[in-house]
């Protein structure tokens, strides 16, 4: 049945500023006030009240601060710290709006398509909640239904993240944001549309067929929407509870080498990366392997870029510069000097590193947890001091996944030969065989063509 999508109003956006205004102008003014008047404020105070706002909200902002959180110098340190910690967590819609979303999107007899349907949610989200059916086949399903109004939430959170990061940067930045913008503006537009989303989950079963560890919902023909998306019910515990309960080294162990052939076969092999390594993103099966949600944010790359993250890799390794230089050009980057290039090795080498170290070991060798931030704050006032950067906008989802993983790995206290299973990955690597794979892969699985800008 057709339905009416929800449009962005101009109405919509001004309601949704109003309520989000208050907590970004505060960052603008304290910017402002520290840098040109020389007031000292408390970002730390600040950045949780921040946190307790956007925390408190559905939708895109949320979203998009979890982005940001792991994006080096998007944001001050303070404010990216408390950012961190949201989760996705918003109050569930009642079951009034639940009826009325399925009728919009599977016609007035929609509860004749089903032998059960939870009234309660049984995971709430920032763009949607999830509801627990099942088919009259017997099928057990998930239902994934989009908050109301989402298009105009996402319209108004995007221009209160530009005001803030573009005050922040006119200030005190030393990496300009502006493709990263663009790029986290296309990503979160396309996680609106979950048909997009149930062709990228169809690509996701196809690439990790062959993956034991790894399990991929099956979206249900005929029960989805641009803002219904009904999957196959997968069994599992949520990552962090199950690491609440102190799992064995083994089961610690499994579960990292599914996180990373779950991110890095389709990546090495396909050149599509799963760009939300959130924690809410996993959960354990009862065998120790693992299930893997959320498809909303993919990014496709071409096959040569694909190639330059492998020729940085190979440049760390051989102290190779002008190797470097090659790879930094095909991710992007323009108009690197010498200085800028040893600033942004030092970056390199730390994220390499455990790839480079052929033995079994943590990701992270020593505990302190702040390692990673005094790294990249030394990068960062390596690359004020030579003039700042433009990020290519392939940069974002490749250095979410990253951190994002780095961080779980930590978490996890994995103790894997991480360069033997990425050496595994990249051994046949060929730029024609990889460019014909992805995209059959990407025809079969109807995703669209422009997926990745």
């Not at 610690?252 to 076969?265: K, Q, T």
């Not at 704050?377 to 990020?391: I, N, S």
Request: proline letters at 5%.
């Amino acid at each position: 049945m057709a339905v009416t999508e929800d449009r962005s109003t101009l109405f919509g956006e001004v309601r949704r500023m109003v309520r989000t205004s208050g907590a970004v102008g505060g960052i603008a003014a304290r910017m402002v006030g520290a840098r040109a008047f020389g007031v000292k404020t408390d970002r730390s105070a600040h950045a949780e009240d921040l946190k307790q706002i956007l925390g408190g909200l559905k939708g895109p902002l949320m979203k998009v601060a979890q982005f940001l959180s792991t994006v080096p110098d998007a944001l001050p340190a303070e404010y990216a710290a408390e950012l961190a910690q949201l989760q996705a967590n918003a109050p569930p819609m009642g079951w009034a709006f639940v009826r009325r979303r399925m009728q919009g999107e599977l016609g007035p007899d929609w509860r004749s398509k089903f032998a059960a349907f939870g009234q309660e949610a049984a995971a709430a989200a920032s763009l949607g909640q999830v509801h627990r059916a099942r088919l009259r086949d017997g099928r057990e399903v998930a239902c994934k239904l989009q908050y109301p109004d989402m298009p105009s939430t996402v319209e108004a959170d995007l221009r209160q993240v530009r005001l803030a990061m573009g005050l922040y940067h006119r200030m005190d930045g030393a990496i300009r944001q502006d493709e990263i913008l663009k790029e986290l503006t296309e990503r979160l537009r396309e996680e609106l549309d979950y048909l997009r989303e149930a062709a990228q989950m169809r690509l996701y079963r196809r690439m990790l067929a062959n993956e034991p560890l790894v399990h991929v919902p099956e979206p249900v023909d005929g029960y989805c929407t641009r803002r219904l998306l009904t999957m196959t019910w997968l069994e599992g515990r949520p990552l962090q509870r199950r690491l609440e309960e102190n799992p064995s080294q083994e089961e610690r162990n499994r579960i990292a080498e599914a996180l990373f052939r779950a991110w890095y076969v389709p990546l090495y092999r396909y050149g599509i990366l799963h760009g939300d390594p959130h924690m809410g993103n996993y959960q354990v099966r009862p065998d120790g392997s693992l299930n893997l949600l959320d498809f909303g944010a993919i990014r496709v790359f071409e096959a040569k870029f694909v190639h330059g993250v492998i020729q940085l890799y190979e440049a760390v390794r051989d102290e190779d510069m002008d190797k470097a230089y090659r790879a930094y050009t095909i991710w992007g980057f323009s108009n690197l000097g010498r200085e800028q290039m040893d600033v942004l090795n030092e970056w390199a080498r730390f994220l390499y590193e455990p790839l480079l170290d052929d033995r079994v070991r943590r990701i992270q060798l020593t505990d302190d947890p702040n390692y990673g931030r005094a790294v990249a704050g030394r990068v960062l006032e390596g690359l004020k001091r030579t003039g700042g950067v433009t990020p290519p906008r392939q940069f974002l989802l490749m250095d979410r996944s990253a951190i994002g993983l780095g961080g779980v790995f930590l978490r996890l206290k994995a103790e894997l030969n991480w360069s033997r299973l990425f050496r595994g990955l990249i051994g046949d690597f060929d730029e024609q065989v990889l460019a014909a794979r992805q995209a059959d892969a990407l025809a079969q699985a109807g995703v669209p063509a422009t997926v990745g800008g």
